[in-house]
């Protein structure tokens, strides 16, 4: 009698137990997708593969696996690509080194190395990456413009040096910040058509 008890008792746990190892279906993802065979149960030790779309890259795992009922690691994600234009390189004075103006698509992690048109000054670095649809482009400085007055002061830096008498458009300063502040921002500042490109800031360490 015993032993029936306990036959009938594990029958009956036995879908609650084997329902413990299983996983939700796993998570779609932004410009991509799921690329394994669609289950209708995902049990313990299954694993799924991700892909993305055309142009976009992928951050994180390919493959996750159901474990605990809970998919590890968790999903990946879709970085997407940076366009560029051949009306937005040309309103920057700007095009890709060893080439003409062309529109387009870097994929992200990607890097491009520009250059500024005849009679410009490229602010450094000339190399631009491209992350997850971003990239920050360089500015091109005229040298035929306006001259600058003096330029910017800042809270807690220098400028060094400080020696000219006029500033001619395309020459730069470069900033030093003092003794226990560290800088924000680019520490040079250029002059572009009689105006002073933004200046750093000087923030007190913290401790």
């Known amino acids: 009698m015993k032993a029936w008890l306990l036959l009938v008792t594990s ?10 190892n299983e996983c939700e279906e796993p998570d779609e993802i932004d410009f991509g997708e799921v690329v394994s065979s669609e289950k209708a149960k995902y049990l313990e030790n299954d694993q799924v593969q991700y892909r993305c779309d055309p142009s976009y890259v992928l951050e994180g795992p390919e493959w996750i696996q159901c474990n605990g009922q809970e998919w590890t690691p968790r999903p990946p994600k879709c970085l ?30 990607q890097s491009l190395q520009f250059q500024c048109d005849e009679g410009y000054v490229l602010v450094a670095p000339s190399v631009r990456k491209c ?34 008498q006029q500033y001619r458009s395309g020459s730069s ?35």
């Open 80 to 109: 997407a690509p940076c366009s560029i234009s051949r009306r937005r390189l040309a309103a920057k004075k700007l095009f890709v080194f060893g080439s003409q103006r062309k529109a387009r698509l870097i994929q992200s992690n």
């Open 173 to 207: 300063v470069e900033f030093r910040c003092q003794k226990n502040y560290i800088m924000e921002g680019q520490k040079r500042s250029f002059c572009n058509d009689g105006a002073w490109t933004e200046a750093p800031n000087c923030l007190h360490k913290q401790k």
């Open 131 to 164: 992350v997850d649809g971003y990239m920050d482009f360089p500015l091109c400085i005229s040298e035929t413009g306006k001259n600058c007055e003096d330029p910017p002061r800042i809270e807690n830096g220098n400028i060094i040096p400080l020696s000219e």
């Open 11 to 20: 029958f009956l746990l036995w879908p609650g137990c084997s329902s413990q």
